[in-house]
DNA sequence: GATACACCTTTACGCAACGTCAATGTCAAT
DNA sequence: ATTGACATTGACGTTGCGTAAAGGTGTATC
């Protein structure tokens, strides 16, 4: 039985453009062309094309069928083991999508309140993706992958009155520490207030405190010039004053 | 603040082409252009993207987006109600792909049953497409959709020795058939014993049979030319002969 | 023998959402 | 003045075909 383009396309059930692109990519070439240029199709290509149905119906890539059709040494079956993975990694996916857009729904008690907690969303991750960016490998290398995790945790866990606290306590900071800069004390009342401020600040991000590591980020902020930059910004000379207060805040001098 | 490209690119954590494209088909436009060309992004423009992201995330797409971002009184909730029943009818694709696949790998016991039964399915499917193109409306028209679905449901559900048996059948039907017409005999024993079997063969595909059904069906034999060339393709007049035979098997005279 | 009509061919653009050069201009610093 | 990082606008590539467009072929009919 030999069959033309339409013949055999109506026969299982696909288009004409669809032989003639396999045809193009070069997984089912026809038997041969007649005299006329049409493409001529018979039993093999027929048996052919069911296997490429069958596993286009899994959801194979055409690609990855070419190496199962072409190459008779090729392992189906493991093929098949590792397309189920895949799969079963876009269900999760599919699932946590579902869960996220329920959640959302739920959360749309009028438009307003979803809008702020988008924004709000959007602003923890940018808030770490940022941090994760410009600081994130010398961060990691001095305190390690697991600080660095968990701080960036506890910042998507934060609830949205929580962030807003941290924010808030940022902008405290960084007035009573302009303030402090005044009076030329490290030791006195306003940066002592500034360095339990930076304390508690530093509770928001950090699941343990210690006098030494508040100290030794202190430091940091001296030694790495993107800090700095940032503290002295409105005041140069700031990241060294905040040190001196928290260090003298911690007791602890390097 | 004011973000160029690259700086808004890595504080949202996309690429420069993502902002370039979400320009390009208008869906997030820079505040304004510098007088380099420069795209210039404010915080309006910050928290717009951060929208589009949110959304993106949950998968939907672009064009979709475009219209929650751009268009206030659009509605959100419904769109993402929408949008939900999408996610899950592809997940129940998705869970039915699993499913398929992995009968599919524990049918795998070693690779040759699996590409028989691969071919199998096929022929099954290529068969009731075959016999739908071909005679599809007359023999509905005829018999009424029922009976037509009804058949092709018992193909179907038919096991691979049922598939073997009726295409062993239809063999046996043309070979004691063909022996038949020699004896130019309709009512002798080998034509009769080809009319048996070809009730035997149709009750494969019927649901139920009878006699005036098998007669019917075999005028439309010869009055069919696609049936009446199939048959005589090797000897003319085996259409009539063989509706001679049933004839006078099932004693009805149309 | 002309006409109609169904079927065949190749060529090529379109789709979604960008990735990836390529060629070229700009900014800040050495 | 040069370097290096960053910006710009094209424009092609990806996946799996759908959908014309422009033209040749096969068969039946008038």
Redesign the pocket.
Same mark, same amino acid.
């Given at each position: 039985m030999e069959y +033309?383009?339409?013949?055999l396309?109506s026969l299982a059930g696909?288009? +004409?453009?669809?032989?003639?692109?396999?045809?193009e990519?070069g997984i089912l070439k026809?038997a041969r062309?007649?005299?006329?240029?049409?493409?001529i199709y018979g039993q093999a290509e027929v048996d052919r094309l069911q296997q490429i149905l069958f596993y286009?119906e899994l959801g194979?890539?055409?690609?990855q069928i070419k190496e199962i059709v072409t190459d008779p040494s090729f392992d189906g079956a493991a093929a098949l083991m590792e397309h189920r993975q895949k799969l079963l990694e876009k269900r999760e996916q599919l699932d946590l999508l579902i869960a996220n857009v329920e959640k959302t729904i739920a959360m749309t008690e009028g438009r307003f309140k979803m809008s702020n907690k988008e924004k709000f969303e959007g602003f923890k991750k940018k808030m770490i993706d940022e941090n994760e960016k410009k600081y994130g490998k010398e961060v990691r290398a001095k305190y390690g992958d697991d600080v660095v995790n968990q701080s960036n945790a506890k910042v998507m866990n934060m609830s949205e009155e929580q962030y807003q606290e941290v924010t808030a306590l940022a902008e405290e900071i960084k007035t009573i520490l302009a303030a402090a800069m005044k009076t030329g004390n490290p030791a006195g009342e306003l940066a002592q207030k500034a360095a339990d401020l930076h304390k508690r600040w530093l509770t928001y991000y950090w699941k343990d405190y210690s006098k030494e590591a508040h100290a030794g980020l202190a430091q940091m902020y001296v030694d790495d010039e993107r800090f700095k930059a940032y503290y002295d910004k409105d005041q140069p000379g700031t990241a060294e004053f905040l040190r001196d207060a928290i260090e003298i805040y911690t007791g602890i001098k390097k």
């Open positions: +033309t383009v339409q013949k396309a696909i288009s +004409t453009r669809t032989l003639r692109y396999y045809d990519i026809p062309i007649n005299s006329s240029g049409y493409r286009r194979v890539s055409l690609d």
